[in-house]
């Protein structure tokens, strides 16, 4: 399984990205996908996740309301929009594959036995 990252950047506290994560090497219906962020100096923090056969999804507190999770089967993508984005948003987000097939949503790092290179988030004040 290969996962590619993209879409971060610059933007001003209130703006939006759209993080693309693009997959490869085997069938995902059975997968999670998911997306972590990490600071310098900090423990990898889970942001959302997705099951990719029946689109449910869970996220993390913080960004409930501002972030939508979603996949395109066929593109073998997954995304993650995030809105009102705020200066606490700041990381370098990286995405993730629990190939396990179980039904849960995980949210620990240790759950996903795929990642992707990750993609700078910087949000100014």
Same mark, same amino acid.
């Given at each position: ?7 971060? /950047? ?5 703006? @939006? ?6 997959? #490869?090497?085997?069938?995902?219906? =059975?997968? %999670? ?21 029946? /689109? ?5 507190? @913080? ?6 999770? #979603?996949?395109?089967?066929?593109? =073998?993508? %997954? ?21 396990? /097939? ?24």
């Amino acid at each position: 399984v290969q996962l590619q990252a993209s879409g971060g /950047g610059l933007v001003q506290a209130g703006g @939006s990205l759209r993080l693309s994560c693009a997959a #490869s090497g085997r069938t995902f219906s =059975n997968y %999670v996908m998911g997306w972590f962020r990490q600071v310098p100096g900090k423990e990898r923090e889970f942001v959302a996740c997705i099951n990719w056969s029946v /689109g449910s999804t869970y996220y993390v507190d @913080s960004v409930k309301g501002r972030f939508t999770i #979603s996949r395109d089967n066929a593109k =073998n993508a %997954v995304y993650l929009q995030m809105n009102r984005l705020k200066p606490e948003d700041t990381a370098v987000y990286y995405c993730a594959a629990d190939t396990s /097939g179980r039904l849960d949503l995980p949210i620990r790092s240790i759950r996903y036995d795929y990642w992707g290179q990750g993609t700078q988030v910087t949000v100014s004040s």
